[in-house]
C-alpha cells in the first residue's frame, strides 16, 4: 500500500499594519503641502507691490535675469528702486515724514515736490526773512537742519543716488571776495554734511553743485526771494541693460525734461505747484554791508 503524505497549503493572513500599509503618509504628506501653498498664498496677498512682482518674477525665471525684475543695484536699501511706476509712493513717504515735523505749516509753502526726467526734485525755497538759512549765510537754522534731517532718513533707504544743488538770486554780494557762485556751492554742501550725518551713505551723493543765479526760478523777477533753493534730486536707478524701458540716470538739470514731466497730484495746502524751469538751491544776501 503506498502511503504517500498528503500536500497540506497554510494560507496566513495579513496583519492590522499590512493592510493599511503606507497609504496614510501619502496623505499627511499632500495635507502640509497643500497647508504650505495655502500660508504662502496668504501671505502674498498682504504683501507690497514690489514683493509681489519679485516673487512672480523669480518663479518665472530663478535665475534672476527676467525682464523688468530686480536691477544692478545688489545689497542697497530695501530692494525699493526708483522707477516710474513706484514714484508716487516714495513721494507719498516723505509728504507723510515731512508733516510731522515741528512747523510744518510754517514751512509748507516753501516745499516743492516734483517729478522730472531725471527723477525726484525737491526744493527748498527760501523767503525774504530767511526760511532755511540766515540772511547771506551758508548756516543752516534749526528749521532746515530739522527738514534735512528728515529726508536723509527716509532717501537714505534708498539705493538712488543723489545730487544736490544751490541757487540764488540776482542781487550782487556786498564782497569782492565772494559772491553768489560761492553761496550756492556753500549752502549746497551744508545741505550735504547734515545729511550724510543723519542717514544719506557716503557713496551716496553723487554731485554737489552750485549754480550762483544762473537758472532761475522767475525768470521776469531775478530779484525774487523764491530765486533762492535748495534742491535734491533722487535720480532713477539705471536697470539692467536689456530693460529698454529703464529710463536713464542724468546728473545734471535739464529745462526740457522738467518741462515734459507732469507732476504728480499733491494736496496743495502740502506742496507747492510744480516750477516749470528746474532748480534748486538758495541764497540770500545780506540786506547791506
Known amino acids: 500500500m503506498d502511503k504517500t503524505r ?8 495579513g496583519g492590522h499594519g499590512g493592510h493599511h500599509g503606507g497609504a496614510w503618509k501619502v496623505a499627511y504628506a499632500d495635507f502640509v503641502t497643500a497647508m504650505m501653498a495655502l500660508f504662502i498664498v496668504l501671505w502674498l496677498l498682504n504683501a507690497s507691490k514690489e514683493v509681489q512682482v519679485a516673487v512672480g518674477g523669480y518663479f518665472k525665471d530663478p ?3 527676467a525682464k523688468k525684475v530686480g536691477s544692478n543695484m545688489v545689497g542697497n536699501g530695501e530692494n525699493f528702486v526708483l ?3 513706484n514714484m508716487p509712493k516714495l513721494k507719498q513717504q516723505l509728504q507723510q515724514a515731512i508733516k510731522q515735523m515741528t512747523d510744518f505749516e510754517k514751512l509748507k509753502s516753501h516745499i516743492e ?3 522730472t526726467a531725471e527723477g525726484l526734485r525737491i526744493e527748498l525755497s527760501e523767503s525774504a526773512t530767511g526760511t532755511f538759512f540766515g540772511s547771506g549765510s551758508a548756516k543752516l537754522n534749526n528749521d532746515g537742519i530739522e527738514l534735512l534731517v528728515t529726508l536723509a532718513q527716509e532717501l537714505g533707504k534708498l539705493p538712488n543716488k543723489l545730487s544736490i544743488e544751490g541757487h ?3 542781487q550782487p554780494y556786498s564782497s569782492p571776495t565772494y559772491g553768489n557762485w560761492e553761496l550756492s556751492a556753500d549752502r549746497a554742501n551744508a545741505a550735504r554734511r547734515v545729511m550724510q550725518a543723519h542717514g544719506i551713505r557716503a557713496d551716496q551723493v553723487t554731485q554737489v553743485r552750485g549754480f550762483a543765479d544762473q537758472r532761475l526760478r522767475k525768470l521776469d523777477a531775478p530779484l525774487d526771494p523764491a530765486n533762492r533753493r535748495i534742491s535734491l534730486i533722487v535720480q532713477y536707478t539705471v536697470k539692467n541693460n ?3 524701458d529703464a529710463p536713464p540716470a542724468t546728473g545734471g538739470p535739464k529745462t526740457e525734461g522738467a518741462k515734459s514731466a507732469a507732476p504728480l497730484s499733491v494736496p496743495p495746502t502740502a506742496i507747492a505747484p510744480s516750477s516749470a524751469t528746474p532748480s534748486s538751491g538758495s541764497a ?3 540786506a547791506a554791508k
Open 83 to 85: 522707477n516710474k511706476d
Open 168 to 170: 540764488t538770486d540776482s
Open 113 to 115: 515736490i516734483t517729478v
Open 242 to 244: 536689456d530693460d529698454e
Open 284 to 286: 540770500e544776501k545780506p
Open 6 to 13: 498528503p500536500i497540506i497549503i497554510v494560507k496566513k493572513k
Open 63 to 65: 535665475t534672476g535675469t
